[in-house]
C-alpha cells in the first residue's frame, strides 16, 4: 500500500477557518514534506521538517510531526479561496533519495 | 530563473504512436524525477537520475517507457508504443540536493491523452 496516507480525502470549510489535514507513513523517514497542487498546475513545496523536528512554522502554516506514530498533519490558519488546492504529504525514506507522495487532500474554501 | 520546463504541455496521440515528454532543469539542479499522476494511481515516481545517471527506475511501468538524460540540461521520457492506459499527467521535478532528500521543484506537467 501507499506510503503516505492523507485524511481526510477532501474538506471544505469557509473563509477564516481553520483547516487541518493528516498524513501517515510507514517507514523510518529522513523527513517529511508538505506540497500544494492547484488544479491543472506542478507541485509547489510548502514546508519541510526533518525526523527530529516535532514543530515548525511557516506563516500561516503549522506541521506536526510525531515519528512514534509515524503521522503528520498540516494546519493552515485563517483560510482563504486562494487555499483551495490539493494537498501532498511527502515523505523521504531512509536509504532512498526519492519521494513518495501521498494520496492528497483536496481543499474546498468557501469565500 | 524560469523555473523546471516540460514540453509539449498537452499532448493528444493515438494508440501506437510514439510519444516524447521533454524536461529542462533548473540550472544546477543534479537530481531530476519523473512522476505520472492519474486519478486511480496518485502521484507515482517512474525514475529518477543524479548527475545525469538512472539511480531508480523501478517505477517505470514497462518496456515501452525508456527515460534518458544525455546532459545535465536535458531529460526525455519516451513511450513507445503507447496505450490509452497510458493517459496522464507527467511530471519532472529537480532538487539541488546532497545526501538528504530536500525540497523538490515541480515542472507545470505534460497533459498526454492516448486515444
Known amino acids: 500500500s501507499q506510503q503516505g496516507e492523507e485524511d481526510p480525502q477532501a474538506l471544505s470549510i469557509q473563509e477564516g477557518e481553520n483547516a487541518t489535514m493528516n498524513c501517515s507513513y510507514k517507514?523510518?523517514?529522513?523527513?517529511l514534506q508538505w506540497y500544494r497542487q492547484n488544479s491543472g498546475r506542478g507541485l509547489v513545496h510548502l514546508i519541510l521538517?526533518?525526523?527530529?523536528?516535532r514543530e515548525k512554522h511557516s506563516g500561516r502554516l503549522r506541521v506536526t510531526l510525531d515519528t512514534s506514530k509515524k503521522s503528520s498533519s498540516l494546519l493552515i490558519t485563517a483560510s482563504r479561496a486562494a487555499d483551495t488546492a490539493s494537498y501532498f504529504c511527502?515523505?523521504?525514506?531512509?536509504?532512498?533519495?526519492?519521494?513518495?507522495f501521498g494520496s492528497g487532500t483536496r481543499l474546498q474554501v468557501q469565500p | 530563473d524560469a523555473g523546471v520546463i516540460q514540453s509539449p504541455r498537452h499532448e493528444v496521440t493515438e494508440m501506437g504512436q510514439e510519444v516524447t515528454l521533454r524536461c529542462k532543469p533548473i540550472?544546477?539542479?543534479?537530481?531530476l524525477f519523473w512522476y505520472r499522476q492519474t486519478m486511480m494511481r496518485g502521484l507515482e515516481l517512474l525514475i529518477y537520475f543524479n548527475n545525469n545517471v538512472p539511480i531508480d527506475d523501478s517505477g517505470m511501468p514497462e518496456d515501452r517507457f525508456s527515460a534518458k538524460m544525455p546532459n545535465a540540461s536535458f531529460s526525455t521520457l519516451k513511450i513507445q508504443p503507447s496505450e490509452p492506459r497510458d493517459s496522464a499527467v507527467y511530471f519532472c521535478a529537480t532538487h539541488h540536493g546532497g545526501g538528504i532528500t530536500d525540497t523538490q521543484y515541480f515542472g507545470p506537467g505534460t497533459r498526454l491523452t492516448v486515444l
Open positions: 517507514t523510518s523517514i529522513n523527513n
Open positions: 521538517i526533518r525526523s527530529n523536528e
Open positions: 540550472s544546477g539542479h543534479n537530481s
Open positions: 511527502a515523505t523521504s525514506d531512509t536509504g532512498r533519495r526519492a519521494l513518495t
